[in-house]
């Protein structure tokens, strides 16, 4: 799976909505002198902050470009989900009412642990797939009225676009992943291309296993002899395997996938 890396929203714009309530907390003119004379005490309640302000539905569907999904806000319509549409909204959180910016390690961890159960796939099922996610948190403007939710959406990519997603609200699949979604690699003329098995291809993913290795990221040729391990998916047969880059690593990814040799 595709880990996501997103910006920590900047606490200028808190701060100067925090600024604001100060000075027009501080303009207000009472004293008193306006007791004395029996003119009713002022009152001027404030709106209280809405933490789903503005937020999504689940289930919800878009239709939006690669380069779009990798903004850090969406405010597109959604569309009808048995039309056609390259993202679909699986879940909704919450960062602390008292949350200064945004918290990618928080979504990282919902985002990751909703994904198999909002497309209807087992955890085993989801790695086999190109299906990830991305997310988004509230406008400027939306955060400073006391929005603190966070949008998790299902995509599948691949070759550094986004796939028509099925038809339907989630879980969108019921009976395992098509190829059209599943895993496979192109080697013609020592490519190394990722695919769905609806094309062409030359192995098609067996399983993956957890890499050893402290926090350190391991070398290549440790990660080439830890890779022997995908012969007990493959049948002691060829095998096309991956690892995870430094930054997932130092995330905490030892995911590695396994591919084995096929006809296609």
Known sequence: ?????????????????????????????????DAAMGAPA???????????AGAPTVDACYKM???RSQAATNGSAPVNCYDDHTTITYYVGTFPDDAAASDPVQVRKDCTAHLAEGLGLSKKELRSSVF????????????????RWFRCDAKAETGGRLKLLPAGSSPILTDGVPDAYFRCVDNRN???????????????????????????????????KQGKGCYEFTDNGAYWVTWPLEPG???GDREMNCYKLTAG
């Not at 002022?42 to 789903?52: E, F, G, R």
């Not at 098609?204 to 402290?214: K, L, P, T």
Request: hydrophobic fraction near 35%; proline fraction near 5%.
């Open 1 to 33: 799976m595709t880990v996501h890396h997103r910006h920590l929203r900047t606490t200028m714009a808190a701060l100067a909505a925090g600024l604001l309530v100060l000075v027009s907390g501080c303009s207000e003119e009472t004293g008193a002198g």
């Open 42 to 52: 002022s009152s001027t309640a404030s709106p209280t902050p809405d933490p789903l």
């Open 249 to 251: 690593w130092d995330n």
């Open 132 to 147: 990830s996610w991305i997310w988004f948190e509230p406008t400027t403007s939306q955060w400073s009225a006391g929005a």
């Open 190 to 224: 020592d490519q190394g291309r990722y695919v769905t098995c609806d094309q062409k291809h030359d192995y098609r993913w067996a399983g993956y296993f957890q890499a050893r290795g402290g926090a350190s990221y391991p070398s290549r040729k440790a990660f080439e």
């Open 65 to 67: 470009t690669y380069a």
